[in-house]
C-alpha cells in the first residue's frame, strides 16, 4: 500500500503541486489525466524524489520515504520516461544488465538470463545486440521497459510513455504496458490517451492547477464525472 499525504512541490514561487492525497492499494492500476501543466509528471517525479517534496509525506509498505531511505525506496521503482532514455553506448542487452548487477549485486549470468526472458516477453530478443541508434521509437520504449522490470520493482511509474512515438508504434508499447496490469505490480501512468485509461486502470485520479480534483473508476469518470472541471476537460478531449 502507497500513502500519499499533503504532497507539496513549488517552482520558483509557483506551486505545481499542491496539497495532494492519495492512497493506493497493491497491484492497483492508476491512470494520471488531466491538462498540460496540471501537475502529473511532477507528482509522479516525487513519488520517488527525482524531485524532492517540498512537504508532506510518502508511505509505501508501512515506510516512510525520507532522504536516508531514498535509495532502497527506488530500488522498488521503476520509472518509464517520455524519451526512453537509454544508455546510447550500450548495447540493448547491457542497457538491461547494468543496474540488476550494479544495484543489486545480481550475477552476470542472472542477470543475463532475466534480461534475456524479459526481453522475448516484448518481442526484442532478436535486438539484443543492438544500440539503440538502430531501434525504432517503438523498440527503444520496450527496451526502456525491460530494463525497469529487470530491476524486480514492486512500482512501476510511466511518464506518458507514448507520447514521443509516431502512431503506429503506439499500440506495441500498450500491449506491453497492460500485460503489466494486475500481475502484482502497482501501476501508475500519466497518459493522455482516454481510452488507454479507461481500459487498463482501475481507478482514474484527475488533476487540475496542481491539485487532484476527482478519484473515480474510469467508467464513472469518463461517462459521468462529478466536477465541472473534469466535464470540461473530457468535452475538450474527447
Same mark, same amino acid.
Given at each position: ?6 504532497? *507539496? ?7 505545481? !503541486? @499542491? ?20 501537475? =502529473?509528471?511532477?507528482?509522479?517525479? *516525487? ?19 525520507? =532522504? #536516508?531511505? $531514498? +535509495? ?7 520509472? !518509464?520516461?517520455?524519451?526512453? #532514455? ?6 540493448? $542487452?547491457? #542497457? ?20 534475456? #526472458? ?10 539484443? @545486440?543492438?544500440? %539503440?541508434?538502430?531501434? +525504432? ?16 520493482? =514492486? $512500482?512501476?511509474?510511466?511518464?506518458? %510513455?507514448? +507520447?514521443?512515438?509516431? %502512431? ?27 481510452? /488507454? ?9 484527475? /488533476?487540475?492547477?496542481? =491539485?487532484? !480534483?476527482?478519484?473515480?473508476? %474510469? @467508467? ?15 468535452? @475538450?478531449?474527447?
Amino acid at each position: 500500500m502507497i500513502i500519499i499525504k499533503n504532497l *507539496c512541490k513549488s517552482f520558483n514561487g509557483t506551486a505545481a !503541486v @499542491k496539497d495532494v492525497s492519495l492512497t493506493v492499494e497493491t497491484n492497483e492500476v492508476i491512470a494520471i489525466v488531466g491538462p498540460s501543466g496540471g501537475g =502529473k509528471s511532477t507528482f509522479l517525479r *516525487c513519488l520517488n524524489h527525482m524531485e524532492e517534496p517540498d512537504s508532506g509525506t510518502i508511505e509505501i509498505d508501512g515506510e516512510l520515504v525520507i =532522504k #536516508n531511505n $531514498i +535509495s532502497r525506496a527506488r530500488k522498488n521503482m521503476g520509472m !518509464v520516461f517520455q524519451h526512453f #532514455n537509454l544508455f546510447p553506448h550500450m548495447t540493448v $542487452i547491457e #542497457n538491461i544488465i547494468y543496474a540488476p548487477m550494479k544495484v543489486l549485486g545480481m550475477n552476470k549470468m542472472d542477470a543475463l538470463r532475466r534480461a534475456k #526472458n524479459l526481453l522475448d516477453k516484448v518481442h526484442m530478443q532478436k535486438h539484443e @545486440k543492438a544500440y %539503440p541508434a538502430n531501434l +525504432s521509437g517503438g523498440q527503444k520504449q520496450r527496451v526502456a521497459i525491460v530494463r525497469a522490470l529487470a530491476m524486480r520493482p =514492486k $512500482i512501476m511509474l510511466f511518464d506518458e %510513455p507514448t +507520447s514521443s512515438l509516431d %502512431p503506429e508504434m503506439v499500440k506495441e508499447v500498450l500491449e506491453v504496458i497492460k500485460s503489466l496490469a494486475h500481475t502484482g505490480i502497482t501501476i501508475f501512468i500519466v497518459t493522455h490517451l482516454m481510452s /488507454f485509461a479507461e481500459e487498463i486502470a482501475d481507478r482514474v485520479v484527475f /488533476f487540475a492547477n496542481g =491539485k487532484i !480534483v476527482e478519484v473515480a473508476p %474510469p @467508467k464513472k469518470f469518463f461517462h459521468n464525472p462529478k466536477t465541472m472541471r473534469a466535464k470540461e476537460f473530457l468535452d @475538450k478531449v474527447s
